[in-house]
């Protein structure tokens, strides 16, 4: 809510679930997110989120440095994103994820440590950095504009390994039986 709205807001009600939408412009290119902010408590002890793991083109998992039960959530759902990948065609790069340790002002109650978390975003190859969205919106829109570069840039190599269906069939065709050879 930080990077959409540029202001912090006190009384942010995690236990519903959201999706915000925002344009904006990065690297010249115009932009239309859609970011789903999930419950932050699982439902009925249960962590689903199947369908929206599908559609997503990058994930941005956040914890509170001070509340050990959020770091386990954002470790259990890590686990659930990469989960849902595994059986994703072996040639798409999966999507990037951000680990995120926020309240970093609350460094005084930390109750996550910092190694921690690192650890946590190693053992997912994920990306990791710890933040204050209350005091730092300059932060927030920092790890915000590294999510959408590495989204874009992972876009752009798709589309530059796509061969069109008729240049891959004839590739395919010419690897299999090999070219034709003249008589002599």
Known sequence: ???????????????????????????????????????????QGKLSLIE?????????????????ASFAFAKALLHRIRESHIGACKRAAEPPVFLVGNKQD?????????????????DNKCHFCELSAAEHCQEVVAMFTKVLRSITTQCKGKEKRRPSGSKSMAKLINNMFGKRRKSV
């Open 1 to 43: 809510v930080r990077f959409l709205t540029r202001r912090f807001i006190g009384e942010y009600a995690s236990n519903s679930e959201c999706i915000y939408t925002k344009h904006l412009g990065l690297d010249g290119r115009q932009m239309h997110l859609e970011i789903y902010d999930p419950c932050s408590q699982p439902r």
């Open 52 to 68: 929206e793991l599908h559609w997503a083109d990058g994930f941005v998992v956040v914890y509170d440095i001070s509340d050990r």
């Open 106 to 122: 609350l460094c005084h109650v930390r109750d996550v440590g910092w190694e921690e978390g690192q650890k946590l975003s190693l």
